[in-house]
């Protein structure tokens, strides 16, 4: 006669995780704490002017400036991803230190252009918001804002896999991969925005657990949204992007 499972047999069968499960949960955990720390640190100024000025919009130039810091440490945090090569790898801080300085003038020469096209936008924005055609453009300049976005991500990710892609061929291959792979760059954008906005109601426990979170997840969109574009072909676990055939 069999014996009657009881409910704290039950319990103990739900919570019976493996070592595996365990391992890969902390790896995640750890990557996620890495990439925090060094957004934090790269960004350290940006982070320190936001805490200080409590309307930040008010200084478009001065904040802008600052955000430039923003595109390199997005860059790092998508190398030290891609350094674990299974769930299960926990890459260490130096890694985070070495993709920093590796894509460092890349992702500043794009995230620059980024911010500048983002003002130019804004600007135009603002300006023709209560003209006579504001109707017609305001939506359209969103929209455009919203692609440079999209873009500028898959920039920053082709600049880890295709780090000898040139600045044009890149900015084309991000731009048609963002219309392309819409649904997964808007998804990325919001999950960023998400994030901006928990640091900015929590700084402390929001720095410390969603933008690495949101990252993670910006990282794998970014890699699927250009993986029809990478051959599998490219030495030292990096990859270059190839025009889709008509």
């Known amino acids: ?13 739900r919570v019976n995780v493996s070592a595996d499960t365990w391992t890969t ?3 995640f955990v750890h990557r996620v704490l890495v990439v925090n720390l060094g957004l934090a ?12 000025v409590a309307q930040p919009w008010r ?14 440490s997005l860059a790092a945090a998508f190398g030290y991803l891609a350094r674990a090569a299974t769930p299960a790898d926990q890459p260490p801080v130096r890694d985070f230190i070495r993709a920093y300085r590796r894509f460092f003038v ?31 453009l305001v939506p359209l300049l969103a929209v455009m804002a919203v692609l440079v976005l999209a873009a500028s991500l898959q920039t920053l990710a082709l600049a880890v896999l295709a780090p000898r892609l040139g600045f ?62 990478i051959p599998d072909d490219e030495p030292d676990g990096h990859h270059a992007p190839r025009e889709e055939q008509a």
Do not use: E, K
């Open 59 to 72: 200084y478009p130039v001065f904040f802008g400036l600052l955000a430039i810091s923003v595109g390199p």
């Open 41 to 52: 640190v790269t960004n350290l100024p940006l982070l320190v002017a936001l805490a200080v």
């Open 106 to 136: 890349s992702a500043l020469a794009r995230w620059t252009a980024t911010v500048a096209l983002l003002a130019i936008l804004t600007t135009d924005i603002v300006v023709l918001h209560d003209s006579r055609y504001g109707a017609l």
């Open 168 to 229: 044009g061929p890149a900015v084309r291959i991000a731009a048609y991969t963002a219309v392309r792979r819409a649904p997964l760059s808007l998804f990325s954008l919001v999950l960023l925005l998400v994030a901006a906005l928990s640091v900015n109601q929590a700084p402390l426990l929001g720095l410390a657990t969603v933008p690495g979170c949101a990252l993670v997840a910006v990282w794998v969109n970014s890699r699927a949204a250009l993986a029809h574009l």
């Open 1 to 13: 006669m069999t014996a009657p499972t009881t409910p704290h047999r039950t319990l103990s069968a």
């Open 25 to 27: 949960v902390w790896s």
